[in-house]
């Protein structure tokens, strides 16, 4: 922190209203969100955040273990994934305070990759690669 100041926190036990358009999947996601709001003239450098919830707010089918955490101030932005527990989810180096969602990554697109930088030919040849993506352009890791 470079100046002091307060940060108030509040948490909602439902999905955020705009939780559509996060990149996360709404029916395998914390079905809360957490507000951070800061006040008092404080400053201050990246900070870690670590969003801890309860079983019953998570969709059944979920894999906690393939969480992330999307940060909302008017449209969503990803965040850097720190550690992960059955009933927590950390943001780390984050920048900015918001809203806060938890959840799996929804696939929004795929890429392909040929091997050996090959014509498209039937057969494809070498190891080719499809990597399904969310739409920030992060690998997502369970479909």
């Known amino acids: 922190m470079t100046a002091n100041g307060n940060v108030t926190a509040n948490t909602t036990g439902a999905d955020h209203l705009n939780i559509?358009?996060?990149?996360l999947n709404s029916s395998r996601n914390v079905n809360r969100y957490w507000t951070l709001i800061a006040g008092g003239?404080?400053?201050f450098s990246p900070y870690d955040a670590t969003f801890t919830f309860v079983s019953g707010d998570v969709d059944g089918g979920s894999s906690t273990g393939n969480f992330v955490v999307r940060?909302?101030?008017g449209t969503w932005a990803p965040t850097?994934?720190?550690t992960r527990t059955s009933t927590t989810t950390q943001a780390t180096n984050?920048?900015?305070m918001g809203d806060f969602a938890v959840g799996e990554q929804q696939v929004d697109h795929f890429i392909f990759s040929l091997a050996n930088s090959q014509r498209m030919v039937r057969?494809?040849?070498g190891t080719n690669t499809l990597t399904a993506q969310d739409l920030f352009n992060a690998t997502?890791?369970?479909v």
């Open 20 to 23: 559509s358009t996060s990149g």
């Open 41 to 43: 003239g404080i400053t």
């Open 71 to 73: 940060r909302f101030d």
């Open 80 to 82: 850097t994934t720190g």
């Open 94 to 96: 984050v920048s900015a």
């Open 123 to 125: 057969p494809l040849t």
């Open 140 to 142: 997502v890791t369970s």
